[in-house]
């Protein structure tokens, strides 16, 4: 993968997969260099939805050496209330750590970025969208290009790159993660957006069925589902 800033902000849509790249990516980047860094990290500024935060998988994401930022309290102790502790700052101020920030969805994520936001620009700064075509929102161009409009509005930052996640949970098929491709390439076409990735759950697909996407692919370990909700 392309050498990438410091920080990356990564938004997506419910249902995107935004948290299972989140972790995905900090894994890896602990495992292949942290981009030049010395540590990785992940801040997690999503107190919006209550399901699938980066943080309560703190104890895999610390094995592998990603620290983790969130609550006051850590885990899940405080999973209904929406608390962001003060050392969120702490990684990304470091210039030593790659700092990926988990945020939530919609106004209220917005709102909760925008406190953080004097981080959230120059070089070291990167904003991600990630994008899974097999959601009614962003199924198709229309869709996908009004996502991004809203994300800027929201946001008031402009999307460096887009990251395709195109998923049915485990009933994902090697056809899937090509739609997605195909959908990125034609938005990142429309808009100037390159695509930083396609993404792909390794427990299911093979990097051999995706042959014919010529860019990046990246492993999802698909950390942030429990198995008992797929029985």
């Not at 309560?56 to 962001?84: C, D, M, W």
């Not at 697909?205 to 014919?212: M, P, Q, W």
Request: hydrophobic share 40%; aromatic share 8%; net charge negative.
């Amino acid at each position: 993968m392309k050498a990438l800033p410091r920080i990356l902000l990564v938004t997506g849509h419910y249902g995107s997969g935004k948290t299972e790249f989140a972790v995905s990516l900090a894994i890896w980047a602990a495992e292949h260099g942290c981009f030049g860094c010395k540590k990785a990290a992940i801040a997690d500024l999503d107190v919006v939805n209550p399901y699938f935060r980066s943080r309560e998988r703190e104890e895999l994401l610390q094995k592998h050496g990603v620290s983790v930022y969130g609550s006051f309290f850590g885990g899940n102790v405080t999973a209904e209330l929406p608390e962001i502790s003060p050392a969120v700052r702490t990684p990304l101020e470091d210039k030593d750590t790659f700092t990926i920030v988990d945020a939530g969805g919609n106004e209220a994520g917005a709102r909760i970025v925008a406190q953080f936001k004097k981080y959230f620009t120059g070089p070291d700064f990167a904003l991600l969208v990630v994008v899974n075509a097999n959601r009614p929102e962003t199924r198709d161009l229309d869709g996908a290009l009004r996502h991004l409009a809203s994300i800027r509005d929201e946001l008031g930052i402009e999307p460096a790159f887009l990251v395709s996640n195109t998923h049915l949970l485990r009933e994902t098929t090697a056809a899937d993660i090509l739609k997605g491709h195909a959908l990125c390439l034609a938005l990142s076409q429309k808009t100037g957006i390159p695509l930083l990735c396609d993404c792909y759950p390794a427990p299911l697909i093979g990097a051999d069925e995706l042959s014919s996407i010529d860019g990046p692919l990246l492993p999802l370990g698909m950390y942030m589902r429990e198995s008992w909700l797929d029985k």
